[in-house]
C-alpha cells in the first residue's frame, strides 16, 4: 500500500521560510517522479514543483520560481519543497505527489491526473 506522508507545514511570517518533507513508503521510490501540489481555501489544486525520479530535472510553476526548491533523497525515500520568502498567497494546503508516467508529463505545468497516489497534505499559513 502506497503512503506519501507530508510534515513540515505551520504558521510563518511574511518572508519566512520552511521546509516540508513527504516521506514515501510501500511503492518504489526511486523510479517514482515526485510532484507538490497546494490548494487554497475555494481554489482549484495547482501544481507547485516536479523532481524526476532520479533528481537531476526539476520543474516549478511561475509563482514559485527562485523562491521554492524541490529535492529528493532516494535513500531516504523523501521528497522536500523548501520555501523561502513566503508571501500570504502561498498560503494553502500542500500535497505530495508521485507519478510514474514519463518525465516528458511532468515537465511543464503537469496536470493531476499525471500522479497516481498522493499524501493528506500539510496546512502552510503564511501571515501578512
Known amino acids: 500500500q502506497v503512503q506519501l506522508v507530508e510534515s513540515g507545514g505551520g504558521l510563518v511570517q511574511t518572508g519566512g521560510s520552511l521546509r516540508l518533507s513527504c516521506a514515501a513508503s510501500?511503492?518504489?521510490?526511486?523510479?517514482?517522479?515526485m510532484g507538490w501540489f497546494r490548494q487554497a481555501p475555494g481554489k482549484e489544486r495547482e501544481f507547485v514543483a516536479a523532481?524526476?525520479?532520479?533528481?537531476?530535472?526539476?520543474n516549478y510553476a511561475d509563482s514559485v520560481k527562485g523562491r521554492f526548491t524541490i529535492s529528493r533523497d532516494n535513500a531516504k525515500n523523501t521528497v522536500y519543497l523548501q520555501m523561502n520568502s513566503l508571501k500570504p498567497e502561498d498560503t494553502a494546503v500542500y500535497y505530495c505527489?508521485?507519478?510514474?508516467?514519463?518525465?516528458?508529463?511532468?515537465?511543464?505545468?503537469?496536470?493531476?491526473?499525471?500522479?497516481?497516489?498522493w499524501g493528506q497534505g500539510t496546512q502552510v499559513t503564511v501571515s501578512s
Open positions: 523532481i524526476r525520479w532520479a533528481g537531476d530535472s526539476t
Open positions: 510501500g511503492l518504489s521510490f526511486s523510479g517514482a517522479n
Open positions: 505527489a508521485a507519478g510514474w508516467r514519463a518525465w516528458g508529463y511532468y515537465s511543464s505545468s503537469p496536470d493531476i491526473s499525471a500522479f497516481g497516489s
